[in-house]
């Protein structure tokens, strides 16, 4: 297992392991937000989602920026960052969409947004949001 680590390790970029990181850190902001909006404060689980997603795309700004792509904030960046989050959204509702209507398991959905919108996501970043 060690050896399968060390070799996936080599094969992905020091950027993209960053930036699984800090998705998966967002994913558990945004579950966390949503959970304490609604039990704690009874809003609507749409607006706790939304607010939610807020919160979490700007904390993954803010950490991708700086940490996994060693970059300055800037209007520029801050505005083509935000773009490419909607479009991910996008994105992911189109995904979700599609399962539905095409009969598939909504677990099968959710598993497909989350396979194809992180690799759209990063490399829009990589070579759209941060050059």
Sequence with gaps: MQRFIAQLFEVLSPSLIKFILIGGLAVLMHFLIVIALFENWVISSA??????????????????????????????????????????????????SAADWFGLHYLIGTALVVMITPIISYNLHKHWTYQ
Excluded: D, H, K
């Excluded at 801050?78 to 996008?90: E, K, Q, S, Y």
């Design 47 to 96: 607006l706790a989602n939304a607010i939610a997603f807020v919160l979490a795309t700007v904390f993954s700004n803010i950490a991708n920026t700086y940490w996994s792509f060693q970059s300055a904030m800037s209007r520029r960046v801050f505005v083509r960052f935000w773009l490419v989050a909607l479009l991910g959204l996008t994105v992911a509702v189109a995904i979700s």
